[in-house]
């Protein structure tokens, strides 16, 4: 008499289910110390908003911006890693809005103050 795996195939197929909403895949880091250009910027100005990187967005991933994001790490209950990761990213993106053009670039605007403007939907990180 031959028996169906039909069955064993769906229970194996639940316990991986399940294991995998237990564990959920490890982040991955998007961003590092000695990173530069646009996304930095972003990832800077999103921090200015949340008034934990007081300085100009420079595109430039330095320790200050590694110091401000271990701080939104913190209180966001991450890892406190200093390392931009696709889970901060969630974090970030779920806590901020898309910079505008004078928030990411200080020059286009004389206002140098973070915007205290409620998050907005299509955010771009």
């Not at 069955?7 to 316990?15: M, S």
């Not at 911006?65 to 209180?75: G, H, N, P, V």
């Not at 890693?81 to 990213?89: H, K, L, M, S």
């Not at 053009?101 to 206002?111: C, K």
């Amino acid at each position: 008499m031959r028996r169906s795996g039909g069955r064993r195939t769906a229970a194996v197929l639940a316990v991986l289910a399940l294991a995998t909403a237990c564990h959920p895949a490890a982040a991955t880091t998007l961003m590092r110390t000695g990173a530069h250009g646009a996304p930095v910027r972003d990832l800077q100005a999103r921090l200015t908003q949340l008034g934990l990187f007081r300085h100009s967005p420079t595109g430039s991933y330095t320790t200050d911006t590694a110091t401000a994001l271990r701080t939104f790490q913190k209180e966001a209950g991450l890892p406190p890693t200093g390392e931009f990761t696709t889970a901060d990213r969630s974090a970030l993106l779920s806590r901020t809005r898309k910079p505008e053009d004078g928030e990411l670039d200080p020059r286009n605007s004389d206002r140098d103050a973070p915007s205290t403007a409620p998050p907005r939907t299509g955010n771009g990180l």
